[in-house]
């Protein structure tokens, strides 16, 4: 679960640092144009009528015709060299043009535009955009069209209208001072020849000024922002969102194909197909889920599995006792001899130990197959311990036929064991030998090459090499039928290998030496020691 959050975590913050990262260029990278023309649409007829003013005069009086109109533009009006132009190489090869150029700073803007084909450049600033900052920069340009019709009759003033259109790219138009048309909320002031400016709010300007004494009013506008200039925040948050929305889409996906994945795989494994595994990324956030999963479903395939096998097998390994048994009640029931009834019910007897000896065996293997116990691992001098378990079985099992070899180099060698598990798989073998030996059974540990063993062999008929794995797995029997005086169950072993493989560890059969077969446990030793007196 952390995987996922810190996954989640990842993307969105990798999200959002890239999208204010990308605010230091996106803005200028997609509005550049948009801006370009919108400051050409608004400063271009500015610089057409101060050129106006510069039109025939020589460029040395250049200098004072600007420093006459320089009090009407309060944000700055002034003539540059190329050299006095703070812009980029690129910029400053675009305004030896002919064209604007414009350089925004955080509280103004500047514009440059080259004077005819001279050497010097006209500069112009915009400042912030309030009303009475936005009446003060534009002051300089309603003082130019103002002194351009008041330059004129009255009568001509249309056709100086029709000359600002040309150069303006807004609408412009002229009205009387008592047309309904105007603000009448802003009268008082544009008959006080104030500049009026509306619609600062909606981003829509619209300009007034009373054109001197006279009756008329001069209107710019109105001059909307465009689209993309006036919904540009907006538009930021909706990138903004959608990026969010993309990453999360990415970062969900996969996590909805695995989970997707889970689900059928637990549909199906519900349907009793225990096949059912699941298939995710290596690097998925539910990899843990999908392994604990699989792990799962294996080991419940497993103990199906088993449990069938078991249950198929044990109602097998029960006929014969009951098909013994009662042939024996059969034979009971007609008139026997003494000697014959107590033959018969001292076999019945005999199948009755066996069965509950299957039972037992069974239910010992079912158990050890079901669940993995937790080993209690404590260091035991390897040859006392097994000493020690010769004693133990000397009640249900004649020793006197096994020998317990204790080589000089493991005298007092500790190994660490389960005592309770190990010292049954051994006794297992020892039962197992002890059916198969002629004579003699030899039991021993051993310890070298970080491995601890105990071996156990007997002089028996041996294990054929084809039989040496099968003799491992359940009610597995080298007998070809039930012989109650050597047979067994068919589980000892299998407990044996169960055991072995819990303390990481391996079982085998070979040749023995005494002719018959050696069974060996080992496992991986790490605190091994010899006692030093």
């Known amino acids: 679960m952390a995987r996922l959050y810190i996954t989640l975590y990842g993307v969105l913050f990798i999200t959002i640092a890239f999208f204010f990262a990308s605010l230091n260029w996106f803005p200028d990278l997609v509005l550049h144009g948009t801006v370009k023309r919108y400051y050409e649409r608004a400063m271009l007829g500015a610089y057409e009528l101060v050129e106006n003013r510069l039109q025939g ?81 534009v002051a300089g340009i309603v003082y130019l069209i103002e002194a351009k019709f008041l330059a004129r009759e009255p009568a001509d003033w249309p056709t100086v209208l029709m000359e600002l259109d040309r150069i303006f790219d807004m609408p412009l138009s002229l009205f009387s001072i008592d047309d309904p048309a105007l603000p009448q909320d802003r009268l008082v002031d544009i008959e006080a020849g104030k500049t009026v400016i509306l619609g600062l709010e909606e981003m829509k300007e619209t300009y007034y000024k009373r054109l001197g004494e006279s009756d008329q009013v001069f209107r710019a506008g109105p001059f909307p922002l465009p689209p993309l ?130 039972v037992s065996e069974s239910l010992s293997y079912s158990r050890l197959d079901r669940e993995r116990p ?64 002629a004579s003699k059974i030899v039991l021993r540990g051993d310890c070298g090459n970080g491995e601890a063993s105990i071996v156990v062999e007997d002089d028996g008929t041996g294990v054929p090499e084809e039989e040496r794995e099968r003799i491992f797995e359940p009610f597995a029997r080298l007998d070809s039928a039930r012989d109650r005086e050597s047979g067994g169950v068919g589980l000892g072993l299998a407990i044996v290998n169960q055991i072995a493989r819990w303390h990481d560890g391996r079982v085998w059969v070979e040749n023995s030496g005494l002719g018959g077969a050696r069974f060996i446990i080992a496992w991986p030793e790490q605190a091994t020691e010899n006692l030093k007196e």
């Open 57 to 137: 005069k020589p460029p040395s009086s250049w200098e004072e015709v600007i420093r006459d109109l320089e009090p009407h533009f309060h944000y700055g009006l002034g003539l540059y060299t190329l050299d006095r132009i703070e812009a980029s190489e690129k910029q400053k090869r675009i305004v030896q043009t002919g064209e604007l150029i414009f350089l925004e700073e955080v509280e103004q803007t500047r514009f440059f535009r080259r004077v005819f084909d001279s050497d010097q450049y006209l500069m112009m600033v915009l400042g912030p955009n309030p009303e009475q900052e936005e009446r003060d920069q």
């Open 229 to 358: 200039i006036r919904y540009f925040n907006p538009i930021l948050y909706f990138l903004l969102a959608l990026l969010i929305a993309l990453a999360v889409y990415v970062w969900v996906r996969p996590v909805w194909r695995d989970l997707t994945r889970i689900d059928r795989g637990v549909r199906e494994l519900g349907a009793g197909d225990l096949d059912t595994r699941l298939l995710v990324r290596r690097r998925s956030a539910l990899k843990p889920l999908a392994d604990a999963f699989n792990t799962m479903a294996d080991r419940l395939q497993r103990l199906i599995h088993s449990h069938r096998e078991l249950t198929g097998a044990v109602s097998h390994e029960l006929r014969t006792p009951i098909a013994r048994l009662r042939f024996r009640v059969d034979m009971l029931e007609e008139p026997l001899r003494e000697g014959d009834r107590e033959r018969h019910i001292s076999a019945m007897r005999k199948d009755i130990q066996e069965l509950e000896e299957l």
């Open 374 to 437: 937790e080993l209690v691992l404590e260091p035991v001098n390897l040859n006392d311990w097994l000493n020690e378990l010769l004693i133990d079985l000397e009640e249900s099992l004649p020793t006197q036929r096994i020998v317990c070899e204790c080589s000089v180099d493991t005298v007092d060698t500790v190994v660490n064991l389960d005592s309770r598990l190990m010292g049954r798989a051994v006794k297992n073998l020892l039962r197992n030998a002890h059916r198969h030996a």
